[in-house]
């Protein structure tokens, strides 16, 4: 499990930041140090991801976890999941707080996928190419091998629909 070292009272964020629900977008209040422009919208792109950064007390802090804690008054306990795929999209609607394993319930689908749907991928034998169904949900797994790709997109559904994936899991990511 990924830890969050989140030690700053959210007393200090709504002191320090404003949210705009029309921007969706954090500016600094208070000027804590000298590149800080009060009014200028807070933090950077992210060097590893699409998400933005923000620098604060020593800390770096990822927006939407910190929009999280602006909005509701304390750090969240788990993953922060944006539900359409958008890491740029910080409206509140479009967050919610889950544990590792339901956020991966909701995966955009692989640029390296060749089926173009999730959890299938074609395998191509020497006396025939089917579609292998491969998910698994914990430690459950689902694993088979159909002739039609709409036979096995049915199976692929029925698992998801058991274990209750996200209806967005499998959607392409925005481009941004």
Same mark, same amino acid.
């Given at each position: 499990?990924?830890?969050?070292?989140? @030690?700053?009272?959210?007393?200090?964020?709504?002191?320090?930041?404003?949210? @705009?629900?029309?921007?969706?977008? %954090?500016? =600094?209040? %208070?000027?804590?140090? !000298?590149?800080?422009?009060?009014?200028?919208?807070? *933090?950077?792109?992210?060097?590893?991801?699409?998400?933005?950064?923000?620098?604060?007390?020593?800390?770096?802090? &990822?927006?939407?976890?910190? +929009? =999280?804690? =602006?909005?509701?008054?304390? =750090?969240?306990?788990?993953?922060?999941?944006?539900?359409?795929?958008?890491? #740029?999209?910080?409206?509140?609607?479009? %967050? $919610?707080?889950?544990?590792?394993?339901?956020?991966?319930?909701?995966? !955009? #689908?692989?640029?390296?996928?060749?089926? *173009?749907?999730?959890?299938?991928? #074609?395998?191509?034998?020497? $006396?025939?190419?089917?579609?292998?169904?491969?998910?698994?949900? *914990?430690?459950?797994?689902?694993?088979? /091998?159909? &002739?039609?790709?709409? !036979? /096995?997109? +049915? /199976?692929?559904? /029925?698992?998801?629909?058991?274990?209750?994936?996200?209806?967005?899991? *499998? +959607?392409? &990511?925005?481009? %941004?």
């Amino acid at each position: 499990m990924t830890k969050f070292n989140e @030690s700053i009272d959210p007393v200090l964020i709504k002191k320090h930041f404003d949210y @705009s629900v029309t921007t969706r977008e %954090l500016t =600094w209040k %208070l000027k804590h140090c !000298s590149k800080v422009v009060i009014g200028n919208r807070a *933090g950077t792109q992210c060097k590893r991801d699409k998400n933005r950064c923000i620098k604060f007390m020593h800390q770096v802090l &990822k927006e939407h976890r910190v +929009i =999280w804690c =602006w909005f509701y008054g304390k =750090w969240p306990k788990g993953h922060i999941d944006h539900i359409n795929h958008n890491e #740029l999209d910080n409206r509140i609607s479009n %967050l $919610r707080c889950v544990e590792q394993k339901e956020n991966n319930k909701n995966n !955009s #689908l692989r640029s390296d996928n060749t089926t *173009g749907e999730i959890g299938i991928y #074609l395998k191509v034998g020497k $006396r025939n190419t089917t579609f292998q169904v491969d998910i698994r949900c *914990g430690k459950e797994r689902f694993c088979k /091998a159909f &002739k039609q790709l709409s !036979s /096995a997109i +049915i /199976a692929r559904n /029925a698992f998801y629909k058991k274990h209750n994936f996200h209806p967005n899991h *499998g +959607i392409n &990511k925005p481009s %941004l």
